[in-house]
């Protein structure tokens, strides 16, 4: 699903990129709803301890100013690697 909303994570909708993963831009087919997805780069050193204090810390959080974090995927890609990604 995630796949689909960003084109394969296309970099036209690559929004930018941080310490531990980039931001893409996404369209939810079946609400038209747009998104953007948070996936971490496994492969940096904190990046699975930052997923989980992410998770943590948005799941509790309401604020006006903040966007709602929607679902937190993990598991295993279409590649056979690990993947974790925050939907908002």
């Known amino acids: ?5 960003t084109a394969g994570f296309s970099s036209k909708n690559l929004i930018g990129s941080g310490s531990f993963g980039s931001v ?3 369209t939810l087919d079946q609400e038209e709803r747009l998104v953007a997805v ?3 780069n496994l492969q940096k050193k904190g990046a699975s301890k930052s997923f989980l204090a992410e998770c943590n ?19 295993t890609n ?5 993947f974790k990604a925050l939907c908002f």
């Open 78 to 82: 279409y590649k056979g690697n690990g």
């Open 38 to 40: 948070k996936v971490l």
């Open 1 to 5: 699903m995630l796949l689909q909303a």
């Open 57 to 75: 810390a948005l799941k509790r959080i309401r604020h006006r100013k903040l966007v709602k974090l929607l679902t937190c995927c993990s598991g």
């Open 24 to 26: 893409y831009k996404g």
